[in-house]
Nanobody
Framework: QVQLVESGGGLVQAGGSLRLSCAASGIFFSIHTMGWYRQAPGKQRELVAAITSLGSTNYADSVKGRFTISRDNAKKTVYLQMNALKPEDTAVYYC?????????WGQGTQVTVSS
């Protein structure tokens, strides 16, 4: 059974930092591309950051320079370090693991940034 369990969300003031974690089980973690997505109320889910099995990363333009994605294959965990948070970063953040044709999602963790 595949599980992706996010943690680390919460309430933070603008300018603050949070670190999200996503622990995976039931998959061959190291060969999957891992990603963080977010969905704000009334908006579509969007890619925030992704990291491939080889460690290549890509980021949404809105978070470049503020967020950093990383992975620890030994711990089967992917992280999202979020700095200089803005109110517009408020959303439910979802962990994703993908390796064609398989696509897995976590349950999400709420991040709320107050102004």
């Amino acid at each position: 059974q595949v599980q992706l369990v996010e943690s680390g969300g919460g309430l933070v003031q603008a300018g603050g930092s949070l670190r999200l974690s996503c622990a995976a089980s039931g998959i061959f973690f190291s060969i999957h591309t891992m990603g963080w997505y977010r969905q704000a109320p009334g908006k579509q889910r969007e890619l925030v950051a992704a990291i491939t099995s080889l460690g290549s990363t890509n980021y949404a333009d809105s978070v470049k320079g503020r967020f950093t994605i990383s992975r620890d294959n030994a711990k089967k965990t992917v992280y999202l370090q979020m700095n200089a948070l803005k109110p517009e970063d408020t959303a439910v953040y979802y962990c994703n693991a993908i390796r064609d044709p398989y696509d897995y999602w976590g349950q999400g963790t709420q991040v709320t940034v107050s102004s």
